[in-house]
């Protein structure tokens, strides 16, 4: 047996120590509480207790003014917890721009993860100290939910659409990934390890991964494999919406509302193509449902992407611009894409 | 009424009684008498709480060992399944309402029975009926979903008995359905002459509010399951993704229910609290009218925060801080509850017999609960420490150490009433003190070992996380003798206690009134109320604090 | 809800009055507002349905309008007319319980019940031929075109809410011929007819849902045909 008693988890990303301070604030607060309220009964018992049995104490009668504070003062210290968690939920849900891209899939009972130049992993997260890393999840079957306690951090995987979390680590080191939502028999052994590296280490890992093309090459692949370019193409013969440039844009759909094309979009209208149709266009497209698994239709989703980013014409498109990391230096991997790119 | 009022303790002759007025199985299995069903659900929850502590016991005994290697995984799974299943549908929520607001509520309101006693009756018999579905889903093969049947894992992958289990809540639903009905329509018709609502005991309004969310929110767990059973059976698809459905959706439509389910769980144990606090502090409720409005605060709040249990599903941001706002207000009438409780000590004449030491027990521990419940609906902290321990850890003070020490507080003070016997005090006040020890030494680790991130529901774990999990299960070992010993000493009084007085507390309420154990009618003559609730000396008398 | 049985003691109504209320008027209360709560826990309950119903047809409005037009429009509003001639002479047999009328309360009861199973007649005339059209959920289902899944929910959703509510029609059948049986054995009087009210009341709150069930599903595909 193990007789070690740790108290409290590693801290290693830029979140962990906001979400802990406002713990620490809650544990301040709650055992102030929690011993007035024990202090105050205990006083009470001792100092009136039945010393005769047919004593009737004193009547006493709440007041208002009393039930008024506390009321309100509880009121006030709660919206300080609610404000200062807010504040951190926002942050959490806001990626920053410039973020590694990580792609992943949950099926029970593994976490499968690609790397936007397309390395591939299983049940392990390699990544930079550093540098925020942003993950977009779906699963294959059930609800899973990656959890990672070092970094405070954890979202619901649900089948059928796009999480997106981030994280940015700050302390090299080996943490848990833990599935955190029941998913079936193996819920407990789907579990990994996030790898924080250092940024040499991290570039020498990613390096040494030899062959695998970025996935949005792959997706263009995919693209012509089931001929999606016969329909979605920039000319007039087009039956379909032109693809260039959609991604973050806003699209007027048929029955008048408008959205933004983001990831989860464009899942949908692989799989369900009629559901939000594009104004000026019939609904002729067949169904992938089953047809293209889920990386694929993430592959699918990052070509889409690709083609709606300005191209620095180098084997890095998945990489935000004015990232410092240079080119995988894997010249095989020059995406397919590239010739569906305008300049 | 004033202090000369107050019944002198003195014994009764035997007499005729509930118990007493037929002995055939049939005088008990077709009574109307809410007494009686009374009864026949505490035999029956009785059962359900020891086999779902049973389960428990076994899922505390894999967790000494980070290996999972006492149970197969796929056994773990059932037996977490099924301890939520029994003790959330069969234990908890029947609980209070259904043994001790089935047999008082008719008594403190001064009627003779419910407004419908053979639809309290039929309310058993659903209730048992849907226990044995359940229990026929346990014993062939049981269920591994988890006790909240989270779509698509119950729709399309578990391979478990999903079916039985579900019509086995969704009938048990309508017995709870129609025992909420009943306390409404029998509050707000059956009052005797002068009890007006603001003489109602707080055990009254707490019940009122309860069956609130019995009315409003069982119907929607019932449809809910209903849609997850069409979709098992019939693959008509509501929440399938293939269809462009939204598996979310039911866990929204769950948790609009769920979650109220836990002040169906909390809320009558906070009304046996506001009789016992006053009657062995002989004083009136400091603040009755916060207290009682606090109850219906709490029920309707209730309604609007299910969204709290999605803060990482990928609902809105904008969803979950509304949420997380409303869940924050909760907050506030749970707080008034306890501030006018421990208020209601002040200058009184406490009393330390058995059911108010369970009444200290409730307020420390829904204490720690409520405040450890502000940690969850803080959106910052609820993202890592949602499916963890730590919200194992948080609901099960408010649950267990909530509702189950009101629950047994109640049983002990009103067994004179209900038995016509005494507990033996010594005993019970040990055990009191064993619960409330093995309580926290079981769930007080769960919050270290959720903060540190241990999800829920894991049949092994990484190692670092033992010692603390043994501390779990060693609590949970004392915490199982604390409530091995009420069932044996009840049991034991029954016979051998000694003979309870009308009125062995010196409360005030109508139920006291009657003789122990009440006769079948509970009063001979409808009684005619003129005095305020818990109004120990005259109201004119008081002095009034704030 | 209410309970009759023969007890002794009652002002109006001799035998009608239960021994654990104090008067008629309290035990008609007490009937009619359990009542009431009751279609409360019922509206509740097609609650899920309906807001199941919303969201997805929210998310998915051409799929439901094309859905709609397989619906017959004809039977739908024959048995939309049906329905609320029911709830007529459910009222009628109400009116005539309060008043006393024996002959006039039979009338109605049975014109209700004949009512409501020619609506499940129809209903089920309608059942079948969905079922043969392909359009019941499951690995079966067939549907032309790109609105397939779409379609399967509002397929999936159309027979749970219909079924539901015919499951409803069967107990509310079978409660009017309970209420047949009593008043054929004259239990009912001016003085005692909350088992007619309370009854009555849920057959209107049966048709109500149908009278919501309608549009939603048979008629928002209209303008596509």
Redesign the interface.
Known sequence: MRTDLPLFPDRASTIASQVDALYFYLITVSAFFALLIAVLLIVFAIKFRRRSENEIPPAIEGGLALEIAWSVIPLCIAMTFFFWGAKIYFRMNRPPDDALQVFVVGKQWMWKLQHADGMREINELHVPVGRPVQLTMTSEDVIHSFFVPAFRMKRDVVPGRYATVWFEATRPGRYHIFCSQYCGTNHAKMIGWVEVLEPNAYQNWISGGGGSESLASAGAKLFQQHACNSCHRPDSLARGPNLEGLFGRQVKLADGRTLVADETYIRESIVNPTAKMVEGFQPIMPTFQGLISEEGILQLVAYIKSLSKPSPGSGTEMLPPGNTMPAPNRPGTEPGSGKERKP | MSAELIPRAEPSPPRASYLNAGYGVKSWLLTRDHKRIALLYMISITFFFFLGGLFALLIRLELLTPEGDLLQAETYNKLFTMHGIVMVFFFLIPSIPAVLGNFFIPMMIGAKDLAFPRLNLLSWYIFVVGGLFTLWAIVHGGVDTGWTFYTPYSTAFSSSRVIPAAVGIFITGFSSILTGLNFIVTIHTMRAPGMTWFRLPLFVWSHYATSMIFVLGTPVIAVTILLVALERILHLGFFDPALGGDPVLFQHLFWFYSHPAVYIMVLPAMGVVSEIVPTFSRKRVFGYEFVAFASIAIAVLGFLVWGHHLFVSGQSVYAGLIFSFLSFLVAIPSAVKVFNWTATMYKGSISYRTPMLYAFGFIGLFTIGGLTGLFVASLGIDVHVHDTYFVIAHFHYIMVGGAIMGYLGGIHYWWPKISGKMYPEGLAKFAAFVVFVGFNLTFFPQFIVGYLGMPRRYHAYPPEFQVLNVMSTAGASILGLGYVLPLAYLIWSMRYGKDAVDNPWRATGLEWQTPSPPPTENFPVTPVVTWEAYEYRPREEAQVIG | ?A?PEPLPAAEHAPGRL?????SME?QR??SS??MW??L???I??????F??YT??RW?????FAHASVHMDIVLGTINTAVLIVSSLTMAMAVHSAATGRRKPLLGFLSATIVLGFVFLGIKAVEYTDHIRHHLL???GFQYP??????A??F???Y??MTG?HALHMIIGIGIVTMLLYMAYRGRFSPGYYSPVEVSGLYWHFVDIVWIFLFPLLYLIGRHLK
């Open positions: 809800m309970e239960q021994h654990h209320f104090r309290q209360d007490a507002l359990g709560v009751f409360v826990t019922e509740l309950f097609f609650g899920g349905f807001l199941t969201i997805y998310q998915f409005p051409r799929g959920p499951g690995p075109g790109g609105d397939g899944p779409a399967q929910l397929f999936s959703l027979f749970g539901l």
